[in-house]
């Protein structure tokens, strides 16, 4: 590199950086305890059901069997996000596209479409929680039971009961999991549209399943708050990676100037 050729900025990855990536992903994980307290000691998640759903018809206000909203805010998404999930993979996987398309925020954005629906989904399996429509205030047979709470005992003549899988939100996660789309912005503002992106898809399919009665409000409360902390740690942790490769990428770019 010449004399008067400016030095490359320094690393990105220091402490500073660090501890912004800790406080945000704290920060998250204080707002998640204290969502999970909220709608613990409170009755909100069925104060807002109530409001969706009509005793006398016994029908909640966007039913399931409803053609186009099933198909507008369930199928298409659904759609939708297996075929990035497979646009992105092609991108990584092969070079000519890895070249031009790749790097930090397409890796980014693939993790976080991962990891967000396989966590949740592993939480939907180990949390036993109903879906509104199955229990009983809502003409379903289980009764209504927080995260925290134990079930009551059952008569031992009936069958063993089937476990919940309603909590956190799954479909929604998908959506959620587009707030990685804030690692392309190059500006605070194109980071905000990016999280503002994923959250509005999140949350449109979130408000969706809370008027058919297949999830209560805090379940999508919980899954944008771990799609957030997911989205964070992504990005910290492949945030060296960017550092070390636009170090690279300007060194290589003062040998080609000398």
């Known amino acids: 590199m010449t ?4 030095l490359p900025p320094p690393g990105l990855w220091g402490n500073r950086k660090r501890l912004a990536f800790a406080l945000w992903i704290a920060g998250l994980a204080g707002l998640l305890a204290g969502a999970l307290a909220l709608f613990e000691f409170t009755c909100l998640d069925l104060w807002v059901q109530d ?9 909640w206000l966007i039913p399931e069997d409803w053609f186009w909203p099933r198909v ?3 199928q298409i998404p659904k759609v939708l996000f297996g075929l990035l999930a497979m646009a992105l993979i092609a991108i990584l996987a092969i070079p000519k596209f890895r070249h031009r398309f790749g790097g930090r925020p397409t890796l980014v954005l693939l993790l976080a479409m991962i990891s967000v629906p396989s966590l949740v989904g592993v939480l939907k399996k180990k949390t036993d929680v109903y879906f509104p429509s199955q229990i009983q205030r809502y003409g379903g047979r289980e009764p209504y039971v927080k995260l925290f709470e134990a079930y009551p005992p059952r008569d031992p003549r009936r069958k063993p009961r089937r476990p919940g899988h309603g909590f956190p939100a799954g479909h929604a996660s998908g959506g959620f999991a587009l707030m990685a789309l804030a690692a392309f912005g190059k500006s605070p503002w194109q980071r905000r ?3 503002a992106i994923g959250m509005a898809v999140g949350w449109m399919i979130g408000i969706y399943q809370t008027l058919n009665g297949a999830h209560y409000l805090s379940h999508t409360i ?9 989205v964070v740690f992504w990005i910290g942790v492949l945030d060296p990676w960017r550092s070390q490769k636009g170090k690279a990428d300007c060194a290589e770019r003062g040998r080609d100037l000398d």
């Open 3 to 6: 004399q008067d050729q400016p």
């Open 51 to 59: 409001r969706c759903y009509d005793f006398e018809t016994a029908r």
């Open 72 to 74: 507008l805010f369930y």
């Open 193 to 195: 549209r990016g999280v």
């Open 222 to 230: 919980v899954t944008n708050l771990l799609g957030g902390m997911l």
